[in-house]
């Protein structure tokens, strides 16, 4: 059978194009390895000077003293412990595949380590009188903010030389069904990872034969010809796209390809977005493949949990004026209560009771809910003003101190909106692995208001996902400022 696809990246190649191929690849191989020295210089020389101007500064300002020499084998010995740690952990040669937050958070789990080395061992070799305790709390804010700052800017400087070809991140070899090659190299391309060549997945029968072991995987001989095609072709990577039925076969070509000094990869078509979320992980003394993880451990439940509880009472204190107001109006403009209550799904998806400000002449619920259009007649003059400004949603934070709500979350819908669209959407329900928000990742960047069309609820969907695959305190805080000052959170808003 034939193995490569018709596509014209995957059409035999001539040796010289071979040749130039294997030039290309040196000569961006090279420039990479000289960008990776070149960060990995920059941060060395950051470090120490951060760290030597945070002692002097604090000594000539605070303490008054001028001797400012002394500072500066300390201040090298924690950019080379730093440096080494790096390395040592495959930070810099990892910027290609991992994205931006695990590089930046990475180098700041470094400098803990390394402060923490630092202090230990002054304190083991009796130095540590010449070192305040200020001292070293100066440097290792110092460092820390250099190292985040750092990194930050020089991924934001990788990304267009990737995009300008000056820079080639990974060069990948793809393996399956044409169509499943020409989405997955589509989305490997945004994140700066090049297709060279894609084949179409080989055969391999199982060999049930005496001498074999049961059930083993025997390859054909058009594998074999698939690797020494692959050979030349200098790949960094390669991906087997496979389905459940070739999940047998494809465990054969990895093993097959295993001949060659690449990283093979195989990849469940259908399972993509899943696989994103997978790690292997170790298991009492097993190792096996987490699909998936509870979003937030103990530990972070209960730090998400005292910031929502002193956050929703600082809240409600200020607000509090408001509230009055707002109250008052709400009666003066239309007849019926202050406060709506309506029931959606919260937490493990159980239903929770939602409070906002009455905006509307109906008080739908359940069933019989209509979500709200631009100009809709429901809205009273008033409602279309706190819409605008999002006041209504302002009694949530009753929720958020009753504990089944959070400050930052996904958007809870009515029940009648998430039973018809989880029908539609995949991993729908994941949205209540955490509690529901006031606002949230989706809200911010504008998908909030009507969901006409199934694209805009997947949509927010995917940042909501986003949102929760990549929780942090320091994320919850940039949501709320964006809800306060971003142009985005009223976009939609009616």
Known sequence: MSYVTNSPASTQLPTQLIAGSRAVSAGKGGRLAALLVLVASTEFVLVAVAAYFAAVLYHRLILLNSDDAKYIPESLLISTMLLLVSVGLRQYSRIQTQPRHVF???GASSVLFVFAFFISTIFLLKV??????ATIIAQAVSVFITVLCTRAIWFSLLQPAIASGLI???RIILIGDPSHCSRFSARAFVTGLRTIRSFDFPTARTDTSVVARPGAVQ???????LVANCRPLRADDIVILTSELDVRSALALASALSDLPVDVHVVPIGSVDLMAVSRITQFGNMVTMRVCQCPLTPFNRAIKRAFDVAASIAGLILVSPLFVIVSLAIKLDSRGPVLFRQTRHGYNNEPISVLKFRTMTVMENGDNFKPVVRHDPRVTRLGRFLRRTNIDELPQLFNVLAGNMSLVGPR???????????ELISSFFRRHNVKPG???????????????????MQRRVEHDLYYIDNWSLLFDLRIIL?????REVYANAF
């Open 482 to 486: 964006l809800t306060f000052f971003s």
């Open 168 to 170: 080639d991140a990974r």
């Open 219 to 225: 390859a054909l001989p058009d594998i074999r010809q």
């Open 128 to 133: 540590s009188g010449d070192y305040s305790r």
């Open 104 to 106: 930046i958070w990475s």
């Open 438 to 456: 006031i606002t949230g990742w989706a809200q911010v960047n504008g998908y909030r208001g009507d969901t006409d069309t199934l694209e805009k």
């Open 412 to 422: 809870p819908h009515a029940t009648s909106q998430n039973e018809a669209f989880a």
